[in-house]
Nanobody, 125 residues
Framework: QVQLTESGGGLVQAGDSLTLSCGCSRRTCSNNGMAWFRRAPGKEREFVAAISWNGGNTNYHESVKGRFTISRTYDGSTMRLQMDSLKPEDTDVYFC??????????????????WGQGTQVPVSS
């Protein structure tokens, strides 16, 4: 069983920066793509960013391009999301996920097998 643990969330102000981390318990993460999604109360899960198994390919939602940066350690044990110039509309619960494939950087939740419990990121105006 793969366990994913998000950390780094917390209340910030608009314009601030924050880095989220996702720790993975198994080698599975080093062999597969990983991603961040987010979800506001009462809304569907939304794709944020994804990275392939070796970090060579990334994908970002249009709304975060130029502000967020996804990265991962070489062994795949940790994935991060550097979030700059945060906006109130970035307020959500952020989840990390492990893709079904090594190259997976898709934006659909159906392409991901394992999910973390989420970490809250409230952004005040």
């Amino acid at each position: 069983q793969v366990q994913l643990t998000e950390s780094g969330g917390g209340l910030v102000q608009a314009g601030d920066s924050l880095t989220l981390s996702c720790g993975c318990s198994r080698r599975t993460c080093s062999n597969n793509g990983m991603a961040w999604f987010r979800r506001a109360p009462g809304k569907e899960r939304e794709f944020v960013a994804a990275i392939s198994w070796n970090g060579g390919n990334t994908n970002y939602h249009e709304s975060v391009k130029g502000r967020f940066t996804i990265s991962r350690t070489y062994d795949g044990s940790t994935m991060r999301l550097q979030m700059d110039s945060l906006k109130p509309e970035d307020t959500d619960v952020y989840f990390c996920a492990v893709a079904l494939s090594a190259a997976g950087v898709g934006s659909s939740p159906s392409g991901y097998r394992y999910w973390g419990q989420g970490t809250q990121v409230p952004v005040s105006s």
